[in-house]
């Protein structure tokens, strides 16, 4: 008998936290001739993607060999960093789980933002499949006799099969997977601390929103499309920031604001300043490209009255703000005579320590990366309710409150992977497209 199945992956669901989580087993149980829709969301725990499975039966009921493939599909699907490790450390990793760094971050991103209960089933099940166990499914069990990767994208498993009655059978199961997060948008809004307790209020959004932490209410983000983007939870960590000490050591003393010099002379000057960058007699600093880099790095200038940065000097060009310390800049103007809007990748804001930012603008295009600051944000035109931010920002915590930020404001997804500084774009663990599909028995079945 031919049994039908078609798998969907789709990407385009917003996230729920009521959903729940992934169902490790699909079970489908119907008579000649119904047909059957069973929905398995599952959520990513590596980039936290919101999965739609779709599986449309048009037989009485899967083989037990079909049955076995959809249900480790759905758990590469959600738990997709398995794919990184080989069979025998899903056990050690699991059983000993502070052994190493490498065992401690294994069980981090499976465990993340699951409760007990949820933890100890999947804890098992994976567990089971790692120690050959059998699984039950309807009309018969299996076992996962071997994972092995076979090229860059591939894993060939084997699975070991029992029907009703009795009759055993192998199988091999093809596992495709491909990077594919140079592709997708960087989010609009990365959150990597732990006090956003109570949400980001009534910022809007036009974009993806991610949280590292499980106590960020993922189901309260106001999506200006509702159906467009998520909030999702990830285990994934920042990359480093560049190194510090390296960029001062080649930084001319003209690019630190303020300089030695003028910090010396200026220690009880309390006058607010302006700043226009990249000046006429600035020189690039390094080359991204084509584009020419100019850098700066700004210590502690609580007082910037406006600071406007034109990343169309001496053609196309990219400025980037080195922030030690808090900054308050009451007008930030990313400004392009011959291109609009700016490209926000042309500004590039990478804030150490931790510290306060506070930005006042209108209309603003920019990556930003300040993971350990509280950043706010707010318009400074009093003609216009909301400040519109285009770009990403990478930060600790939003302030939506108070003298540095207010929650009117919209953020717009503008970046890809593929457009970001080298050093931005590598992440670990890597998201994974997974595809799963059987091929010709080893054993006929019997």
């Given at each position: 008998?031919?049994?039908?199945?078609?798998t969907?992956?789709?990407?385009?669901k917003?996230?729920?936290?009521?959903?729940?989580?992934?169902?490790?087993?699909?079970?489908?149980?119907g008579?000649v001739?119904?047909?059957a829709?069973?929905?398995?969301?599952?959520?990513?725990?590596?980039?936290?993607?919101?999965?739609?499975?779709?599986?449309?039966?048009?037989?009485?009921?899967?083989?037990?060999?079909?049955?076995?493939?959809?249900?480790?599909?759905?758990?590469?699907?959600?738990?997709?960093?398995?794919?990184?490790?080989?069979?025998?450390?899903?056990?050690?990793?699991?059983?000993?789980?502070?052994?190493?760094?490498?065992?401690?971050?294994?069980?981090?991103?499976?465990?993340?933002?699951?409760?007990e209960?949820?933890?100890?089933?999947?804890?098992?099940?994976?567990?089971?499949?790692?120690?050959?166990?059998?699984?039950d499914?309807?009309?018969?069990?299996?076992?996962?006799?071997?994972?092995?990767?076979?090229g860059?994208?591939?894993?060939?498993?084997?699975?070991?099969?029992?029907?009703?009655?009795?009759?055993?059978?192998?199988?091999?199961?093809?596992?495709?997977?491909s990077?594919?997060?140079?592709?997708?948008?960087?989010?609009?809004?990365?959150l990597?601390?732990k006090?956003?307790?109570?949400?980001?209020?009534?910022?809007?959004?036009?974009?993806n929103?991610?949280?590292?932490?499980?106590s960020?209410?993922?189901?309260?983000?106001?999506?200006?499309?509702?159906?467009?983007?998520?909030?999702?939870?990830?285990?994934?960590?920042?990359?480093?920031?560049?190194?510090?000490?390296?960029?001062?050591?080649?930084?001319?003393?003209?690019?630190?604001?303020?300089?030695?010099?003028?910090?010396?002379?200026t220690?009880?000057?309390?006058?607010n300043?302006?700043?226009?960058?990249?000046?006429?007699?600035?020189?690039?600093?390094k080359?991204e490209?084509?584009?020419?880099?100019?850098?700066?790095?700004i210590?502690n200038?609580?007082?910037?009255?406006?600071?406007i940065?034109?990343?169309?000097?001496?053609?196309?060009?990219?400025?980037?703000?080195?922030?030690?310390?808090?900054i308050?800049?009451?007008?930030?103007?990313?400004k392009?005579?011959?291109s609009?809007?700016?490209?926000?990748?042309?500004?590039?804001?990478i804030?150490?320590?931790?510290?306060?930012?506070?930005l006042?603008?209108?209309?603003?295009?920019?990556f930003?990366?300040?993971?350990?600051?509280e950043?706010?944000l707010?318009?400074?035109?009093?003609n216009?309710?909301?400040a519109k931010?285009?770009?990403?920002?990478?930060?600790?915590?939003?302030?939506?409150?108070?003298?540095?930020?207010?929650?009117?404001?919209?953020?717009?997804?503008?970046?890809?992977?593929?457009?970001?500084?080298?050093?931005?774009?590598t992440l670990?663990p890597?998201?994974?497209?997974?595809?799963?599909?059987?091929?010709?028995?080893?054993?006929?079945?019997?």
């Amino acid at each position: 008998m031919i049994f039908k199945y078609l798998t969907l992956l789709l990407f385009s669901k917003k996230y729920h936290s009521n959903t729940g989580f992934a169902l490790f087993m699909v079970m489908i149980l119907g008579t000649v001739g119904t047909v059957a829709t069973a929905a398995l969301l599952a959520r990513s725990s590596n980039l936290s993607n919101n999965i739609e499975t779709s599986i449309t039966i048009g037989q009485q009921n899967l083989s037990v060999a079909e049955t076995a493939k959809v249900n480790l599909q759905a758990l590469l699907i959600e738990h997709n960093q398995l794919l990184e490790y080989n069979l025998d450390d899903w056990g050690k990793y699991l059983q000993s789980p502070n052994s190493s760094e490498k065992s401690r971050e294994f069980n981090h991103n499976l465990r993340l933002c699951e409760k007990e209960g949820n933890w100890k089933k999947t804890k098992q099940h994976i567990l089971d499949l790692a120690e050959h166990n059998t699984i039950d499914v309807p009309m018969g069990k299996f076992s996962l006799l071997d994972f092995q990767q076979v090229g860059k994208n591939q894993i060939l498993a084997t699975i070991k099969t029992q029907n009703a009655q009795e009759n055993q059978a192998q199988y091999e199961i093809n596992i495709s997977f491909s990077d594919n997060y140079l592709s997708k948008p960087v989010p609009v809004l990365w959150l990597t601390g732990k006090e956003q307790i109570g949400g980001i209020e009534n910022v809007q959004v036009n974009g993806n929103v991610w949280a590292n932490n499980c106590s960020f209410p993922v189901e309260k983000v106001n999506f200006m499309e509702v159906d467009a983007h998520q909030a999702k939870y990830t285990g994934i960590k920042m990359p480093d920031l560049p190194d510090l000490e390296g960029i001062k050591e080649r930084l001319p003393e003209h690019h630190y604001f303020p300089s030695i010099a003028e910090e010396e002379a200026t220690q009880t000057q309390e006058d607010n300043i302006s700043l226009k960058l990249p000046r006429l007699e600035d020189k690039p600093t390094k080359k991204e490209g084509e584009k020419n880099v100019y850098e700066y790095l700004i210590n502690n200038m609580e007082k910037i009255d406006s600071l406007i940065i034109n990343s169309d000097f001496q053609s196309e060009s990219m400025i980037i703000l080195y922030v030690l310390g808090d900054i308050n800049i009451s007008e930030i103007v990313h400004k392009c005579e011959s291109s609009n809007p700016c490209s926000p990748e042309n500004l590039i804001i990478i804030a150490y320590e931790e510290a306060k930012m506070c930005l006042g603008f209108d209309n603003l295009g920019a990556f930003i990366i300040a993971p350990h600051y509280e950043l706010g944000l707010k318009t400074n035109n009093p003609n216009q309710e909301y400040a519109k931010f285009t770009g990403s920002i990478w930060t600790d915590k939003l302030l939506t409150t108070g003298d540095c930020g207010n929650d009117k404001v919209e953020f717009h997804e503008a970046l890809k992977w593929a457009n970001l500084p080298d050093e931005f774009q590598t992440l670990s663990p890597i998201p994974k497209l997974i595809q799963v599909n059987l091929k010709e028995s080893i054993k006929p079945d019997a």
